[in-house]
């Protein structure tokens, strides 16, 4: 009896064991402390030391100074003045041992979800399915707000289902703290508190009541917006502006933002590489047109404006507002002669990238991996990433056809996430990993739900062989909905 009640203790422990070897080597072997990592880390860093909320920068005469930004959300430079102030300006060394716990966290809080909506033996592969993705643990090795935001989903769905089967201020509490944080990481993460307080009065109004499941709403939205009241004000203060997210932008008013090169940039960017290749280095570094698609070019005429205005944007090396209208220009004549391409093709081509693309951006391999003649051993690398990942969406897919509880909520974010990539002018994988709980909860359903057809087969077989009658138990009902569900993989935990 003691053995059997250790197993279950024992599995867990082994699993988040290899999940934080796995974290641990990917922060040994390819940590990255770069780019939008170092923005966050100069903003934690005046927040803390300064008490300005903005970048470092040099003054007309020389001078350092600290310019007030507001085109990142202050959730995560937070988290790292924190981390800073606990253990050392810049250190982030520790700042992704933390991000490995706080991930961790996010794979039991995944698993302890699929155990109360579904079995014990499901929350079992959910949890190593978690553990064991490399596409989430690798974030943890580079200063970046997805560690963080997929903790919030995961904990905002383990809280709801806590809200709506026992109530009380805690889970509410730590559901409303979620959402909130997922926004203040990032303005998507927005979404997830949408779609929780949305569906809880629409699950809550058999099990807990309507008015009773309106008002946690209401309560929980209000205490998750009220973070943003300060913010709001802040920039309304400093800026004399109305913003209480982030601009879409990515400038701080006054600033050119260039809306004809982002314009121009949807009528013909659809993969990671032209995004790291095109789209990073404008403005900044210098642009070579020979790393453009053919498809950025419907004509000769097309593509000489576009070398004239690649050519003065190097010779000036700045975006200026004459050559932003150039590609202002071209964008309007390419949507006018191609309106479907630009609006709902290349949209889709963009979403699909961000989902399939192998997701090996944060590894030592070549950007361009499928040129198979000049590597092919990465080439091969990133074809069995991408499998990978393809096998991670394809058991999810399976697995919302098992599931009756909470899968309109769980598909509900998911598909709202998926439409909001659709407008995003460069897509990066990382966009979609804060679906990857709820791709982990569903493909733990089908996998568990194929090893109980299995074994129920293999006993069926076994009892013909000796005789034996095998009488298949009784299908448990949910109590809550009043759905027939499949025996032991939908049974209700006590």
Same mark, same amino acid.
């Given at each position: ?179 909130? &944080? %997922? @926004? /203040?990481? =990032? ?9 929780? *307080?949305?569906? #809880? $009065? ?124 150039? &590609? %202002? @220009? /071209?964008? =309007? ?9 630009? *609006?709902?093709? #290349? $949209? ?147």
């Amino acid at each position: 009896m003691h053995s059997f009640r250790l197993r279950p203790v024992i599995s867990v422990l082994f699993a988040v064991a290899c999940g934080a070897a796995l974290r641990l080597w990917f922060i040994h072997a390819l940590p990255q402390v770069q780019g939008d990592s170092l923005l966050y880390g100069d903003i934690a860093k005046n927040w803390l030391v300064h008490g300005i909320y903005g970048f470092s920068g040099t003054a007309n005469d020389g001078s350092a100074i600290i310019a007030p930004t507001l085109i990142r959300l202050p959730g995560y430079p937070a988290f790292l003045g924190l981390c800073f102030k606990l253990f050392g300006i810049e250190n982030y060394r520790a700042v992704l041992n933390l991000q490995a716990v706080i991930d961790l966290s996010a794979c039991l809080l995944t698993a302890g979800f699929v155990r109360r909506v579904c079995s014990a033996r499901a929350a079992e592969i959910a949890l190593w399915l978690a553990v064991l993705c490399p596409f989430t643990a690798n974030y943890v090795a580079m200063p970046l707000t997805e560690t963080l935001s997929v903790f919030c989903v995961a904990l905002g769905f383990y809280t709801f289902v806590c809200v709506l089967d026992r109530g009380g201020w805690l889970p509410l509490l730590a559901l409303a703290f979620s959402g909130s &944080f %997922a @926004a /203040l990481l =990032r303005p998507d993460g927005a979404l997830l508190a949408i779609v929780l *307080f949305i569906a #809880l $009065p629409y699950y809550g109004r058999r099990s807990i009541g309507l008015r009773r499941s309106v008002r946690l709403a209401v309560t929980g939205g209000v205490l998750a917006l009220l973070p943003f009241v300060s913010w709001t004000v802040r920039n309304w203060r400093t800026f004399h502006v109305f913003q209480p997210l982030a601009p879409r932008s990515a400038a701080d008013p006054g600033e050119f933002a260039a809306p004809g090169f982002e314009r121009w940039t949807k009528t013909w960017l659809v993969d990671f590489a032209s995004t790291y290749e095109i789209y990073w280095n404008i403005p900044g570094d210098h642009a070579d047109i020979d790393a453009m698609p053919s498809r950025a070019f419907d004509t000769p005429a097309e593509y000489q404006e576009t070398r004239r205005l690649f050519d003065e944007y190097n010779h000036r090396a700045s975006l200026t507002p004459n050559v932003d209208a150039g &590609f %202002a @220009a /071209l964008a =309007r004549e390419r949507e006018r002669n191609h309106p479907w391409r630009t *609006f709902l093709e #290349l $949209p889709l081509l963009r979403v699909a990238d961000m989902w399939l693309r192998p997701r090996a951006e944060m590894l030592n391999i070549e950007l361009r991996w499928w040129q198979y003649s000049q590597h092919r051993g990465e080439t091969l690398f990133a074809l069995a990433y991408g499998a990978l990942n393809l096998l991670y969406m394809l058991a999810a897919l399976a697995g919302m056809f098992f599931w009756p509880r909470f899968r309109a909520a769980m598909i509900g974010y998911v598909t709202l996430r998926t439409l909001l990539l659709a407008t995003v002018a460069a897509p990066e994988t990382r966009y979609t990993l804060e679906c990857f709980p709820i791709l982990e909860a569903f493909a733990a359903q089908a996998i568990a739900y194929a090893a109980q057809r299995s074994s129920r087969t293999k006993k069926a077989g076994q009892a013909k062989k000796t005789g034996q009658e095998f009488v298949s138990p009784p299908e448990p009902r949910n109590a809550s909905q009043g759905r027939h569900l499949h025996p032991a993989i939908f049974a209700p935990v006590e």
